[in-house]
């Protein structure tokens, strides 16, 4: 009989791979994550980003100093394709430019509605809220996962911060 402690036998890229679900576009990780929606997978006993384990499977270690910035701003997805590794300024530029982060003006915060960089159209913004509305005991995490947003967007979404 084998030992219950046993470490699992399948590889690493195994273990990991069982866990995503391919769509048309993002490919989701599909077990534990953290508040934020990012994956987190155990290697070698230690919590990563499932986002960053993905990409190191598929394309070696990430250059020191560097975070991993998504194309698609889904934290949910780990398709190699969509992560791209820059500094942390990088990042930040990224989520400005695609209106995933509101830029300060002042001690206030600038809001507004969707611009041509936004994640979403007004109409898009519509289905968010109505989805939202009618969630019953559904949590923003599962209304994310449902409509494969962002949790931050469907949270933003529901306080009303940055979109219309």
Same mark, same amino acid.
């Given at each position: ?16 791979? =069982?866990?995503?679900?391919?769509? +048309? ?10 508040? +934020?929606?990012? %994956?987190?997978?155990? #290697?070698?006993?230690? *919590? ?7 990409? =190191?499977? /598929? ?6 100093? *560097? #975070? *991993?910035?998504?194309? !698609?701003?889904?934290?949910? !997805? ?7 590794? %820059? /500094? ?14 509101? #830029? ?8 507004? !509605? ?12 519509? #289905? ?12 923003? /995490?599962?209304?994310?996962?449902? *409509? ?15 979109? !219309?």
């Amino acid at each position: 009989m084998a030992n219950q402690y046993q470490k699992d036998p399948r590889s690493l890229a195994e273990r990991f791979w =069982e866990k995503v679900s391919k769509t +048309a576009t993002c490919w989701l990780w599909t077990a534990g994550s953290q508040k +934020a929606g990012y %994956g987190r997978f155990k #290697v070698n006993g230690k *919590l990563q980003g499932a986002h960053r384990v993905a990409y =190191e499977l /598929t394309n070696g270690p990430i250059p020191a100093g *560097l #975070v *991993l910035c998504h194309r !698609c701003d889904n934290p949910q !997805c780990v398709n190699p394709a969509h992560l791209f590794p %820059g /500094t942390h300024g990088d990042n930040a530029r990224d989520a400005i430019q695609k209106g995933r982060r509101i #830029v300060p003006t002042g001690s206030r915060r600038k809001k507004g !509605c969707i611009g041509p960089n936004r994640q979403l159209t007004p109409e898009r913004v519509q #289905v968010v809220k109505t989805v939202i509305a009618q969630r019953g005991t559904k949590k923003l /995490t599962q209304v994310a996962k449902e *409509l494969a947003l962002p949790y931050t967007l469907i949270k933003d979404i529901y306080y009303g911060r940055g979109y !219309c």
